[in-house]
């Protein structure tokens, strides 16, 4: 990585990183007009924007796996997934139409087609992959094995986006990992009872969600429209499950207005959670925003509440508090260790660097380096 630059220190320098299909893209300096989310690190005003927005995704995922629970067997896996993807389809679609008649032009083509493609087919397989565990093991058993992909998007995000991955994040994930566990409660013997399919099913689904995650960090720091972030997953989803689909549909015997309704809520719940899931991982690295993501069995435990089921014991107020303060925990040490590495930063730039242009000194520079949330 090369040096920062400061317009206003009378520099015009960039860093450069290596994008996951091997191109080395401009990395905007940390003085420019780019917003913090291009730069390796955040602000805290971008990091407390980019946890609402991945409360948001999850909870939009949250209310459509109830929908899809509503729905039941009256339709297939197959058929949930073509409907749901395409009415988010046709939502994206239709704003972007609005949006060029507006005068804003988006790019009709993708910048980085092979990464557009591979994010859809890690979205899709690991969706389908979670919803079979579903019927195959008990629904606190899926949950939680499901829930692993917030360890695995951090590994790859340092693997593949060269993002920090640091001992405090890691042991917040685990710890997350355990409040789900005291709130979905899988009991040993249904461990142990779960078909060897519905348990690899699970694990392969939490892996694979991680690395469509970390596909979507790589496509927001690369500069990806957003036409092609909410499209990447229905472009794959449609043509793969349409001939399972649309065969159970013909077949089926005829449905009411009903089904249809919540096909359409499906659709658009979807399309909500893929919506606030790109602008998260915007302003955050993978690993902050997939640990977020556990707030959606917080989530969940109340929404069951709403529709009907108990008012929850003291293992999900427990297990709660064990995942908000693991997150909270992880943020104020990723904060702290991002202010020391601004302030050593600062200290190795020359004298006559600081003092070029307005005399800056070095603990404005400081100052505002740590404001902006850049890294040298």
């Known amino acids: 990585r090369a040096s920062l630059a400061c317009g206003r220190l009378g520099s015009a320098r960039s860093a450069r990183f290596l994008d996951p299909m091997g191109a080395g893209v401009d990395e905007p300096s940390a003085c420019s007009d780019t917003p913090a989310h291009a730069t390796h690190g955040t602000s805290w005003g971008s990091r407390v924007k980019g946890i609402a927005c991945m409360l948001a995704s999850t909870t939009s995922f949250t209310l459509m796996a109830g929908i899809s629970k509503v729905i039941g067997s009256r339709a297939t896996t197959f058929e949930k997934l073509f409907w749901r993807s395409a009415i988010a389809a046709m ?24 990464l557009v493609l591979l994010r859809g087919l890690c979205g899709h397989i690991s969706l389908v992959g979670y919803l079979e565990s579903i019927e195959l093991l008990p629904l606190a058993v899926a949950v939680f094995l499901g829930k692993t992909y917030p360890l695995t998007a951090a590994i790859f995000g340092w693997l593949f986006l060269g993002e ?67 499209l990447s997953l229905p472009s794959v989803s449609l043509p793969c499950s349409a001939p399972l689909a649309l065969s159970s549909a013909f077949s089926a015997p005829s449905r009411g207005p009903e089904v249809w309704l919540w096909f359409l809520a499906l659709g658009v719940a979807d399309q909500v959670a893929q919506t606030f899931l790109a602008r998260g991982l915007r302003h955050l690295p993978v690993a902050s925003g997939s640990q977020a993501m556990f707030l ?19 293992h999900f107020w427990v297990g709660g508090v064990i995942i908000v303060a693991a997150l909270h925990g992880a943020e104020a040490a990723e904060s702290r260790a991002i202010a020391a590495t601004v302030g050593e930063s600062v200290d190795m730039l020359p004298e006559e660097l600081l003092k070029s242009g307005s005399g800056t ?16």
């Open 164 to 230: 920090p991955l640091r001992g405090s994040r890691i042991i917040a994930i685990i710890v997350s990992l355990g409040g789900v566990a005291l709130i979905a409660r899988p009991a040993p013997g249904e461990l142990l009872d779960s078909t060897f399919l519905g348990v690899a099913l699970a694990l392969g689904a939490g892996a694979i969600t991680g690395a469509a995650y970390c596909c979507v960090r790589a496509l927001s720091k690369g500069g990806e429209s957003d036409l092609w972030l909410l």
């Open 91 to 114: 939502c994206v679609l239709c704003s972007q139409a609005l949006f060029r008649k507006g005068g804003e032009k988006t790019p009709w083509l993708p910048r980085k087609p092979g």
């Open 296 to 314: 959606g069995t917080v989530i969940a435990v109340f929404l069951g509440v709403a529709i009907g089921d108990p008012w929850p014991s003291w």
């Open 361 to 376: 000194p070095k603990s404005s520079c400081a100052q505002e380096l740590a404001e902006t949330g850049a890294t040298c």
